[in-house]
Nanobody
Framework: VQLQACGGGLVQAGDSLRLSCVAS????????MAWFRQAPGKEREFVAA????????YYADSVKGRFTISRDNAKNTVFLQMNSLKPEDTAVYYC???????????????????WGQGTQVTVSS
C-alpha cells in the first residue's frame, strides 16, 4: 500500500489547513488510518486515528476540538481538517495505515504498517 499525503503549507496562527492522504489500494477501507506529526528534534507524535467506518475516532489531547479526522472509503482518502492552528502545530505530518485492524485505534507508531511521505505544516505567530 502506498500513501500519498498532501495539503501542507505555511499559514499564520489561527488559520486552517486540510490535509489529505490517498491510499493506493481498495483494501484501504479495512484499515485503521491515522495522522502523526514530527517536529524537528522531537519524536513522532500521534495526532488522530479513525476506524474503517468513521464512527470510531480518537484524538490527541493537544488537538482535540481543533482538528477533525475523516475518511472517504470510496476515494481511498483520509483527511485531517486543522483549525485554529498554533505555532506549536508546526511539524511534518504523516498519514499511516494499520493493516491488521478495522476498529482498534492505537497511538503507537510501531503499530502502523504503512506510512506516507509526510507533508510540512508551518504555522507562524
Amino acid at each position: 500500500v502506498q500513501l500519498q499525503a498532501c495539503g501542507g503549507g505555511l499559514v499564520q496562527a489561527g488559520d486552517s489547513l486540510r490535509l489529505s492522504c490517498v491510499a493506493s489500494k481498495r483494501t484501504f477501507s479495512h484499515y485503521v488510518m491515522a495522522w502523526f506529526r514530527q517536529a524537528p528534534g522531537k519524536e513522532r507524535e500521534f495526532v488522530a486515528a479513525i476506524g474503517w467506518s468513521g464512527d470510531n475516532i480518537y484524538y490527541a489531547d493537544s488537538v482535540k476540538g481543533r482538528f477533525t479526522i475523516s475518511r472517504d472509503n470510496a476515494k481511498n482518502t483520509v483527511f485531517l481538517q486543522m483549525n485554529s492552528l498554533k505555532p506549536e502545530d508546526t511539524a511534518v505530518y504523516y498519514c499511516a495505515a494499520d493493516a491488521y485492524t478495522e476498529v482498534i485505534l492505537t497511538t503507537t507508531p510501531d503499530n502502523y504498517d504503512y506510512w506516507g511521505q509526510g507533508t510540512q505544516v508551518t504555522v507562524s505567530s
